[in-house]
């Protein structure tokens, strides 16, 4: 049943779940539907906020739609701190409200990253026959419906038809657009700058991601695919041993039981309405587990407020303790995005999404490399992304620098679990990220420098590309560069790691099976448990992870 108000869920509930679920993206949609599958367990989501539920919500379904989704409604709109690396700006930080989590309010691309960033999980972890490319390949799979754009127009020569699946939830597809002039040009591009290592990759979901590729997109018959919509269709909400509670907001989780003897065990959820609305609290005991599945964010939010987390930092706002774990919310990692232009000619005709993305790997002798180790995981995993937009008169260029080495938290402002928590995305706190992200930049000016940009037949005006209009690490001096990076920096709202998984409770927040390290009852399934963030928009790593999890929790009990 889905409850859609706090209220009268409270007036009918028990305790008679056997997990519940805190949190309703990505982790708590592909658990609530896969533990319930079976008819045996009882589960209880947590949907989130208020007017949570984003069925049937048109901005959210259509694609095209996506600027206008009404964020007061679907977006928590964190703030975060200011910002040393960015100039001390303040930003908002997006994460996703309703059911479906940032899923209903994300860009929809779908990128699985590359080999070497899921094989660092199972080193990180321990245990690589559970976390690693080829261990999680079959959940990437079971996770995807690939179908094709609805234009039905031809696609091959686009993608590789053998590294998808076709029986999954999360429908998945290429551009409905395209190709378009802009791509012609960005193909011999690729083409012609192969020395310097850009080419043209036919599939960017194999496992290496490296070249010039074809954009792939969660977008499904022409509709977003969300995970609610994925994961929590009318016939998975049909379920009579399913619920759903919308409007609700965790607080807390608490041990029961004999609170002497260790380990705790946190089977208890205390929920609330957000503030101002009413000041009724609940509290229900799973039978079996409680999984947190609140996200990056909410995860170490609702972990600090409940007393787990680093003794000196909860003493600080008053929480008390619980459970002694130091690393609950501490470096968190993100990518970091900077909007870069080219003016263009030619037609203006298609305003639309992107159709094709750029991932490159920096050559071995840069001199970054000579002052700072290469923090990517391996040789199939690029340094950089370019998502290349045709935008009115100009190509933007989103580029994203994927290998940060400076590092973030999640931390509480007071022991109020309604307070927003404190989130620093610890942006260029390593100079490393900054000298990445110009090596970004000239990645992007190189190709489009190539020929089919800006020889002056490119088109019958003269060149296609016209000049260069963001900062320039050729022309500017490196002080007056570095500034302006930094003041037009944001985040790509990728950040994992605040709950991350490891070998010790000295170095992690969870283990292998993401159980939290010293406590019982208690598992994350999100974003927060991935160690390092993948070179890659992160939403396909979050659904293979779920799929997993899903599957060893289900056969554990
Ligand atoms: C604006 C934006 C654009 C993005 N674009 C892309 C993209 O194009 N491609 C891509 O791959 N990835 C993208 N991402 C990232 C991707 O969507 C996330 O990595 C992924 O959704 C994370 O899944 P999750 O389950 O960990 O958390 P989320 O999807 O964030 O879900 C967490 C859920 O928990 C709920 N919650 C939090 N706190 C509480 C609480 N106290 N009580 C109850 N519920 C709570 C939240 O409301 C939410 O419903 C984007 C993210 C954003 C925000």
Request: proline letters at 6%; hydrophobic letters at 35%.
């Amino acid at each position: 049943k889905v409850y859609q108000s706090f209220g009268e869920f409270t007036a009918s509930s028990t305790s008679n779940y056997d997990y519940i679920l805190v949190g309703g993206g990505i982790g708590g949609s592909v658990l609530a539907n896969r533990l319930t599958e079976d008819g045996k367990a009882r589960v209880l989501l947590i949907g989130s906020g208020v007017l949570s539920d984003t069925e049937g919500v048109l901005n959210i379904i259509v694609p095209g739609l996506f600027g206008q989704i009404d964020a007061s409604k679907f977006n928590w709109n964190y703030q975060t701190t200011p910002q040393a690396g960015l100039n001390n700006r303040t930003l908002t930080y997006s994460r996703g409200k309703g059911l479906g989590g940032s899923t209903a309010v994300n860009a929809m691309i779908y990128t699985r990253g590359s080999k070497d960033d899921y094989d660092l999980w199972g080193k990180v972890s321990g245990n690589p026959k559970r976390w690693s490319w080829d261990a999680l390949y079959p959940w990437m799979i079971k996770n995807e419906r690939w179908g094709p754009p609805t234009s039905n127009r031809n696609t091959s020569g686009q993608y590789d038809p053998r590294f998808h699946g076709y029986a999954g939830k999360t429908g998945t597809s290429l551009p409905w657009g395209g190709p378009s002039d802009l791509d012609g040009r960005s193909l011999k591009a690729a083409e012609e700058l192969r020395a310097h290592g850009y080419w043209l990759n036919l599939e960017p979901n194999d496992g290496n991601s490296i070249g010039l590729t074809w954009a792939q997109w969660t977008i499904g018959n022409g509709e977003r695919s969300s995970a609610a919509a994925a994961y929590l269709g009318a016939d998975v909400r049909a379920r009579k041993n399913l619920d759903i509670v919308l409007g609700a907001y965790a607080t807390r989780v608490l041990p029961v039981g004999n609170l002497a003897r260790k380990p705790l065990d946190f089977r208890t959820v205390e929920l609330g309405y957000l503030p101002g609305v009413s000041n009724q609290t609940l509290r229900l005991t799973a039978k079996k587990e409680v999984i947190l599945t609140a996200g990056t964010i909410g995860t170490p939010h609702i972990l600090l407020n409940s007393g787990i987390g680093d003794r000196i930092g909860l003493a600080q706002v008053g929480v008390p303790l619980w459970h002694d774990l130091p690393n609950v919310g501490k470096g968190v990692s993100d990518h970091r995005l900077a909007e870069w232009q080219a003016s263009r000619t030619g037609p203006l005709a298609e305003f639309g999404p992107s159709h094709q993305f750029l991932f490159k790997r920096f050559e071995k002798g840069l001199s970054l490399f000579e002052d700072y180790s290469d923090p990517s995981t391996g040789p199939t995993t690029p340094h950089a992304e370019v998502v290349i937009l045709p935008s009115g008169a100009n190509v933007n260029a989103r580029i994203i620098a994927l290998t940060p080495r400076s590092r973030g938290s999640i931390k509480i402002r007071s022991s109020n679990p309604f307070d927003p928590p404190l989130v620093d995305t610890g942006f260029y706190t390593d100079p490393f990220d900054i000298l990445a992200m110009t090596e970004a930049i000239r990645t992007t000016k190189r190709f489009f420098s190539a020929s089919p940009f800006t020889s002056p037949n490119s088109t019958s005006n003269g060149p296609y590309i016209t000049g260069f209009l963001g900062p320039d690490p050729d022309l500017l001096v490196k002080e007056e560069f570095e500034s302006r990076i930094r003041n037009i920096s944001a985040p790509y709202w990728h950040m994992v790691g605040s709950a991350a998984m490891g070998k010790s409770a000295g170095e992690s927040v969870v283990d292998a099976d993401l159980r939290v390290w010293g406590v019982k009852g208690l598992r994350v399934v999100d974003a927060s448990v991935i160690p390092y963030v993948p070179t890659a928009h992160t939403q396909a790593a979050v659904y293979a992870l779920a799929e997993r999890a899903a599957d060893f929790i289900r056969k554990t009990w």
